[in-house]
T-cell receptor, first 113, second 112 residues
């Protein structure tokens, strides 16, 4: 059955290390979102792509975060260097252009120590 | 400023009872409003989505209402089950811009 797949599910890393999170959107979906969820802030939109082009990444700290879609089946979110305040669950979601629905992946739980 | 506020922040109810969760928003222009259920450790799953012209939509024991004039929505859960224990998130989509505004959620716990 169609689903958004994220890897890894969990990641523990030391401060200063590079972290790469991956997302495989549902086949045929042309819009991909990256969200971060913390207890304090809830869900925050980091970036989103349409047809692989970045449309909005204003929610993302530019100095350390980068998001790309090397092809239609893979979206990546990279943090370099990572900091303890980056600890959160990162969700990827995909949808179709009209924005009526967004399907979420299971998330990557990141812990930076 | 576009905002989505949910209440209560958390709720505990007995199995079998009904409950209603509230969502107030100031997002304008409005496109649609969605309710998501998020189980612990999992991604959000869509329950309902309503556009401006819809004022009620049901999905099994879940019924969502929307009053676009007062910018309020509610999610009513009937005959609650233990599996309803989750966070319920209200998400409002801004018209024309594809921006999504998230509430911080209501944490529902159903106890036997």
């Amino acid at each position: 059955d169609a689903r958004v797949t994220q890897t890894p599910r969990h990641k523990v890393t030391e401060m200063g290390q590079e972290v790469t999170m991956r997302c495989q959107p549902i086949l045929g979906h042309n819009t991909v979102f990256w969200y971060r969820q913390t207890m304090m802030q809830g869900l925050e939109l980091l970036a989103y792509f349409r047809n692989r082009a970045p449309l909005d990444d204003s929610g993302m700290p530019k100095d350390r975060f980068s998001a790309e879609m090397p092809d239609a089946t893979l979206a990546t979110l990279k943090i370099q260097p990572s900091e303890p305040r980056d600890s959160a669950v990162y969700f990827c979601a995909s949808g179709i252009r009209d924005g009526t629905e967004a399907f979420f992946g299971q998330g990557t739980r990141l812990t930076v120590v | 400023k576009n905002q989505v506020e949910q209440s209560p922040q958390s709720l505990i109810i007995l199995e079998g009872k009904n409950c209603t969760l509230q969502c107030n928003y100031t997002v304008s222009p409005f496109s649609n409003l969605r309710w998501y259920k998020q189980d612990t450790g999992r991604g959000p799953v869509s329950l309902t989505i309503m556009t401006f012209s819809e004022n009620t939509k049901s999905n099994g024991r879940y019924t969502a209402t929307l009053d676009a004039d007062t910018k309020q929505s509610s999610l009513h859960i009937t005959a609650s089950q233990l599996s309803d224990s989750a966070s319920y998130i209200c998400v409002v989509s801004e018209g024309g811009a594809n921006n999504l505004f998230f509430g911080t959620g209501t944490r529902l716990t159903v106890i036997p």
